[in-house]
């Protein structure tokens, strides 16, 4: 069955009228479907009290309501039809009692939430009010006219143009568990988050809505303060459950724990509040109510050990030595003042990820009563303690007892001395445990893992009060058999501080047996010097730092740039114009990196367009180099370019008379004299007329001669013209 939760109201044209004291608690949620259609399951569980409250009381559907926080206006109201239906179980289900039946009933619906619907900054919350909770709760004033409100807040599904994701956090079905007079209980409350969000947990007093024993089913409307439900006198937050020692609730894990005092059935209320990166993005509230029973008077079972040899029996601020060749096994005794109790031992090393023990027999049922039961404890050779450190193991003895066991504990501390399995070795390629190194100095080694005895290894490192990525050193856990190695590479960052030492422990672990290595480390001191950088030189292999140039000359600019480092640093190399782009002026220079020496060629061959119309220009090229340290040391040298317009030579006289007649003597008209002009008076063109204004002959090239070998002899008037300028003249031709 789906829904969309955001375009309409649902119509409610009737209401269950039913009443009767029958909610025990619960809490809403909303969870997302993610990259479903219908993108969220909205819902509620209902803890009903199966025992007193009116079959009819049970809703086929409920009716959620959601409002904006901001105004509280109503946004949607979502008719939610009941999914599930089951007995809530005990922790021991042989401790049921008549008084106590409770139903856990789970109302949910897929729907979909339009993003644009639910954007709003202060979010949203929803709510479900009902009508009547439980009439023979202790700890409430008129409780069976009390009314029920269920409470969440979400945050809005868009923030800042983006999706927001988040559900609800979710919860394990709640144990019909009650609690004894006078004896400490504990009760898990807490819950998880599907989005890794952290969850809080704090004692509020339950809201009760709106609704009432007549209208035990209204419609919600929004509010930024609900009522709820008013407290005997002498009860507050503080004593929801009185007693020595009353109910609290551990507020990172929401364990529930309370001894109390007097008999009854207690409500309360726990708010779970959602916080993201630390800030706060939801909040919810479980009601429940929890029955305090007169409960027969049982006594626990008690752990007793007497080392051999001993002769009073152990305990926990001693150490238990076992020699090599001791026997495995050694005796501990339970004892019990029940009749037909029936004993559960268990048993694990703590700090140990397997046991490498056995514990038999596991159980026994006293027969008597103050019966003893006896049961071995064997160690296998994985079991052995190293440098004197005793392993701990834990041993819990617990009974049948209800509402829940009654339990001992007895933590013996062993130390056991080694078998056969010897220790690996740890071994570096340096010289010494002690490198001295320099901010931006790579520094490069090898770590050897080698056992005796052939068994699988592991090699690993690990700094000192520091993690070795927050330093960025590089050494990969490795394993092997027999021997394994690894490279361990580090470049001291720029913050490394003078005289500081770094530690790092390099770890061989022999696997042997793998809950237990054998482990043997290998510290290696790094002490941090000043960097001892000597700074680059850059040069040129020009004479001096000026070159003067003019426009036309052949051949242009060209002169090497070389830079020196006298370390190992990289060092780049590259030029800049002050003021001008390289490129665009047609400056040719090809940065450069390197070690020890690098050189690159500066080119250019500048023309007429460079010089803007002016006769006169000057670029000055700054060449740098920088080594790659922290220090970042660097030198320039700066060559000044100086350009000039060609010079424009004096017009040079030309013969007036030439003879063509293939002596190869005065011929042609030469004219590759011609002076060469500047950029702002280049030479054009060449034309020749007859006297009679005829041309006879054209050209732009200078360098050819005019060769008059098939005119007629006569007189002829010859212009030369340049961008500014003309000459002209005249010449006699003899044939």
């Not at 050819?704 to 008037?717: E, L, M, R, T």
Request: glycine share 8%; net charge neutral.
């Amino acid at each position: 069955m789906k829904n969309r939760l955001i375009l309409s109201f649902v119509l409610l044209l009737c209401f269950i009228e039913a009443h009767a004291t029958h909610i025990v608690g619960g809490q809403l949620f909303f969870t997302e479907n993610k990259g479903a259609y219908y993108n969220y399951n909205i819902g509620l569980t209902m803890y009903f009290d199966a025992r007193n409250g009116d079959p009819g009381a049970e809703d086929d559907f409920v009716n959620i309501y959601v409002f904006r926080k901001r105004d509280n206006a109503r946004m949607a109201t979502v008719q939610v039809p009941k999914i599930g239906r089951k007995s809530v179980s005990y922790t021991n289900p042989l401790c049921g009692i008549t008084s106590t039946e409770t139903i856990m009933i789970t109302y949910a619906l897929d729907v979909r939430a339009e993003s644009v619907s639910f954007d709003d900054p202060g979010g949203y919350y929803m709510v479900w009010d009902r009508c009547c909770r439980n009439g023979t709760i202790t700890n409430i004033k008129s409780p069976g006219d009390a009314g029920s409100l269920f409470y969440l807040e979400f945050p809005p599904i868009l923030k800042n143009n983006a999706a927001f994701h988040n559900s609800s956090p979710k919860f394990p079905d709640i144990q019909g568990d009650y609690a004894c007079v006078n004896s400490p209980f504990f009760f898990n409350f807490g819950g998880t988050d599907a989005d890794g969000d952290s969850l809080t947990y704090t004692l509020v007093t339950p809201r009760q809505g709106y609704s009432t024993k007549a209208q035990p089913n209204v419609q919600a409307i929004g509010s930024s303060n609900y009522p709820t439900l008013n407290w005997i006198d002498g009860i507050t937050t503080a004593n929801i459950i009185p007693g020595p020692k009353p109910l609290t609730v551990d507020r990172k894990t929401g364990m529930l724990s309370v001894t109390p005092g007097n008999i009854g059935l207690y409500v309360f209320s726990v708010q779970v509040d959602e916080f993201r990166n630390g800030v706060k993005i939801g909040t919810l509230t479980r009601d429940f109510q929890l029955r305090v029973v007169d409960c027969p008077k049982m006594d626990k079972p008690k752990l007793l050990f007497k080392p051999k040899g001993k002769s009073t029996f152990y305990n926990s601020n001693q150490i238990f030595t076992i020699k090599k060749d001791d026997p495995n096994c050694f005796e501990v005794m339970v004892t019990d003042p029940t009749l037909n109790d029936l004993i559960h031992v268990q048993g694990q090393a703590i700090d140990h990820s397997k046991n490498y023990f056995s514990l038999l027999p596991a159980q026994y049922r006293t027969t008597v009563v103050n019966d003893t039961m006896r049961f071995q404890i064997c160690l296998d050779e994985c079991f052995v303690t190293y440098d004197n450190r005793p392993i701990h193991i834990e041993l819990i003895a617990q009974d049948e007892s209800c509402p829940v066991p009654l339990m001992d504990t007895l933590v013996i501390y062993i130390r056991r001395e080694g078998g056969g399995n010897n220790a690996p070795a740890v071994t570096t390629s340096l010289p010494s445990d002690y490198v001295r190194v320099a901010a931006g100095v790579p520094v490069t080694f090898t770590v050897f893992g080698k056992d005796a005895d052939a068994d699988s290894l592991s090699l690993s490192g690990a700094g000192q009060n520091f993690t070795l990525t927050s330093k960025s050193m590089v050494f990969k856990p490795v394993n092997g058999k027999t021997s394994v190695q690894q490279n361990f590479t580090w470049i001291p960052p720029c913050n490394a501080a003078p005289g500081d030492t770094l530690k790092v422990d390099f770890t061989a672990k022999d696997l042997r047996c793998t809950g237990n290595p054998l482990a043997t480390s290998k510290t290696i001191s790094f002490i941090i010097d000043e960097s001892p950088n000597h700074p680059p030189a850059v040069s040129t292999s020009l004479n001096a730092s000026t070159v003067g140039y003019s426009i036309g000359t052949n051949g242009g600019i060209t002169f090497d740039v070389t830079a020196i480092d006298p370390d190992t640093n990289t060092i780049t190399l590259s030029a800049q114009g002050r003021g001008f782009d390289l490129g665009k002026t047609g400056m040719h220079f090809a940065s450069k990196s390197g070690v020890k020496q690098i050189s690159s060629q500066f080119s250019w061959n500048p023309d007429c367009a460079i010089m803007n119309g002016d006769t006169d220009q000057t670029f000055t090229v700054d060449f740098i180099t920088q080594d790659k340290t922290c220090a970042a040391a660097r030198d320039t040298t700066s060559v000044l370019i100086k350009l000039s317009d060609f010079a424009a030579k004096t017009v040079v006289n030309f013969p007036n008379v030439i003879t063509p007649n293939g002596d190869n003597k005065n011929d042609c008209l030469l004219f590759n004299e011609l002076p060469t002009g500047s950029c702002n008076d280049q030479f054009k063109d060449i034309t020749v007329f007859n006297r009679w204004g005829k041309q006879v002959y054209y050209t732009k090239n200078k360098n050819q001669s005019w060769c008059p070998d098939s005119i007629s002899a006569g007189y002829y008037f010859y212009v030369i013209q340049y961008t500014q300028q003309s000459y002209k003249g005249g010449l006699t031709v003899l044939k």
